[in-house]
């Protein structure tokens, strides 16, 4: 199995209080695989791993694959600190069914390039599952070096990378030498307004934040592609990029409040989410932001 | 009760095959207590908090407490990433009988500094333990605001700070805002080769993992300050910077490798560890660095 | 006159001696315009401008001008620490023939972005020259804001920019808002490996340090990008990208030293400079460098 | 001549017209030295040096000349992105009577230690003045290592450091290497909240920019630490502490704009300065943070 094409990283609902919120959350994976996404990526980034507890993570697994239920491969996000808590987690992904793993380098410490090397061997040698590695720089504070993921494919520790490390440079520059090797790697775009560039520069898909609130786009674009149209790929980065404005008209908030804040309030606007909460510490966008991101839906033909 | 004084983080001994290391630990934690430490600050950055499962952090505490037997107060760092992870540790920190919880902000997830409050705040509803924040942007990647930190504890919300900011100007800048409001924050350094000029700054104590090696040094400049010899103050300054190399003459190694990696290997040479051993993906320092360490130790008077 | 296509960050040669040697300037030239640029771009970063004293700096615009005799525009750099020494270097670029002045933000001095807007609208008050805003965070250590840049380009402050700034999701949405707006901008990009990306987004051409070493590349692709022939953007990418790698495979060096370096080597071994010379405090690359260089080069058929 | 004490960066008058003010400036220097400083360090960061034309510089260099006549050593600030240009500047210091210079690493460019170190080395080879090496990397973005420092300064190429680069760990241990190769350079810090914690570290003196605004406060200082009496160092340290607000009382400003502001401001109100004025692109602080500056003035006992 060689993962391809569009893999949205997949938003948690959460009830009012703070409950997960199971048929919104069926809402959601339903209408994104009836749009044709190739697989889902859950307890991602945007899926709000770092403020779920094991118990609420494994509700999360539990879930989506019970409501994919094989129409298409899940990929479980393994998030945490270090090898000993990673390797916890893919016990859990392993057992509840996923089809693939990802993993982050080791956070908070302070490490170099040879541990985090040393943490993929480890990792996969503890499991059989499929394992990619989700190069986030901006979270995890250390950049996956390029040389060092080729080779970790071409000995099979790697099955891919999902990038989002804002690095175009260096994503070209890996994508030429998985090339070279003969593409051990399947490679990942996370950069919703950039996925354009990205399948130039030999990406196998994308995992855009963006397809929970509008999966079509990226679907027709990643048809688009396959079938060489680059007017019609543009075109549709185009509306992706203007939709995208959800995350930037808010005003007051930054980060993960402000990016999945906005899919989430987004989401609810649109009749899937019933509620746009999120996880503690982060409160709910207000009711000016609220209307911000309801103007660019309208604006967009999603309101 | 109002901690102050010298209470090291204590660096977690682990056998060749990565099991816990309880008799090593009574060692460490009875040499220290002999020493005339005022506290220990158990699973902390340096106590590779973040590399450890939930398995072992309990490990961890219960070993603490055990040995420690009210001799002097335990603190316990509830360090994860978001509020509802860091409330299931305060709640096995409460249950095993620890006396204060050490928080950072949330990290990996980006968020703003009224997240950061909203974070403490949420923890504070979730105990009666005293809470102290922990200023570790290096590694949490936010810095704690000094008149967030001083508001939070003239409400009671934190009992004080662990200042490992290396941001010496802030420091000094909330030691007078603290003071200006009765001194509700209990404020402590985690700078070992700065000790002294936080001494001068207000600072009600340190929580130096140098410690580890030589409490003695800590212990008596803690009793030179108390009685204002700031020549000793600084003649036992020096003497601990000099020790401190012990983290800085490794070769090839850097962050938490170079540094607990130092303290480990320290500590096996001195007899009182009986491994080196790193968490995973972290490899022991090699023989050459083994050497260096061994050299300043001798240069130091403690081999 | 709108600029746009290839325009080339000219490198400045050096002799032994740390002259500025023009015969070799004069050779560089020619070959790039005989390859058909569109346009040069002297005292960029990549012309070593900060490395020059003002003399230097009177040297080298006088022989761009001189040498280039009408055929292609010449773009100046005026980069310098703040507004008052930037408008003396626009007066000598006036007074010695530019069509074009390109500016970074001030730097040293950490200022805010109200400042960097102040700094456009001062120094287009004292000029008639079009001014392009050269957005280089890793030297600058401020990122120009998009919508900031639009705004000065639809008031006719700024006639465009050359961005270098290594973000792609920032070029895409300054791209989108400058169309909305009628185009006021001219958008070129800096960076050599994603060229094909940043026209997909939009840009107006491209300002390729590494057009020094092999400007055919990047007229052709210019040229296919026009005809709507994406294969042949993407196949002319993937070479540009293979000879890039003369920046990176180098050893021991870092930053001007490794890139500039690497364009000077290059061309020396080529025959197009007569000495590798860099400017102090930099030395020249290495015999071993020198060979892993040529290695690139032959490979890549330019040598 | 071995520098030492109390040597203000001074901060440089302006005509609301953007001229510069010699008269202030006349008044601004008795002032310091009637209160006892120990020397005068003109355009450096706070004197606006990277704001300055060469011909400004020139003009402050001779003013300053003239109204000290000897009385206290001036040393200039000879700072400019790379050795080339930093020479010129040292030619003119040289000639207009400099005592000793102050140089940073080279910057924009993005370089190595190997040559910032060599960057020093051509310095001394091209002048017989001491210099000083200016540590500051928000600004140079480049830190200085301390066994770089230490080296050049006991084959001498430095005369001593000038320390603002927020790092109190790094200066501990630069100290102890000093005083262990016999101290030949003289250690200053730059930090005016912390120079007690700096003098226990082993600091020769201090470079605050707040004794421009209040120069007593710091030469009181320097004695009493002299005298041992720790006591009314730290006193002293806690009403600079108090009086440094002024840079932080102000809103909607940073870096700069805030810092050099105040200080403006602030002597504008004492009478000292005719003018506010900042250099461009930065506007004078408005009324609003003006009064606020004015309010710790009054607490301060300064107005």
Chains 1, 2, 3, 4 share one sequence.
Not at 129 to 151: E, N, S, T
Not at 240 to 260: K, Q
Request: charged share 25%; glycine share 8%; proline share 5%.
């Amino acid at each position: 199995m060689k993962l391809q094409g569009i893999i949205p990283p997949v938003v948690t609902p959460l009830t009012d209080d703070h409950e997960f919120d199971e048929v919104s959350y069926e809402r959601l994976l339903n209408r994104m695989i009836d749009a044709g996404v190739d697989g889902l990526f859950v307890l991602g980034s945007s899926s709000e791993v770092v403020f779920s507890t094991d118990e609420r993570r494994r509700e999360i697994i539990e879930a989506a694959i019970r409501i994919t239920d094989g129409r298409v491969p899940v990929m479980v996000g393994v998030i945490d600190t270090a090898t000993p808590r990673v390797i916890e987690h893919i016990r859990v992904a392993e057992e509840l069914g996923a089809d693939a793993v990802v993993a982050t380098a080791p956070f908070y410490a302070i490490i170099g390039q040879k541990e985090v090397e040393r943490h993929f061997r480890l990792l996969h040698a503890a499991t059989d599952l499929p394992i990619f590695a989700y190069d986030l720089p901006q979270c995890v504070h250390i950049k996956l070096q390029g040389d060092m993921l080729v080779r970790l494919g071409s000995e099979g520790v790697l099955a891919g990378v999902k990038d989002s490390s804002g690095d175009d440079v260096g994503f070209r520059f890996l994508s030429i030498d998985n090339e070279q090797l003969g593409h051990p790697l399947q490679l990942f775009t996370g950069h919703e307004v950039v996925v354009d560039g990205a399948y130039l520069s030999g990406a196998d898909g994308a995992v855009p934040g963006l397809a929970n609130v509008n999966p079509d786009l990226y679907v027709q674009q990643w048809k688009a592609f396959k079938e060489g149209d680059w007017d019609r790929v543009r075109e549709l980065q185009t509306q992706e990029a203007r939709l995208m404005r959800i995350t930037s008209v808010t005003e007051g908030e930054t980060g993960f409040a402000a990016g999945v804040g906005a899919f989430k309030t987004a989401l609810n606007l649109m009749g899937i989410f019933d509620s746009p909460q999120m996880p503690e510490p982060i409160l709910p966008l207000d009711a000016k932001n609220r209307e911000a991101i309801a103007k660019v839906l309208k604006e967009e033909g999603m309101l």
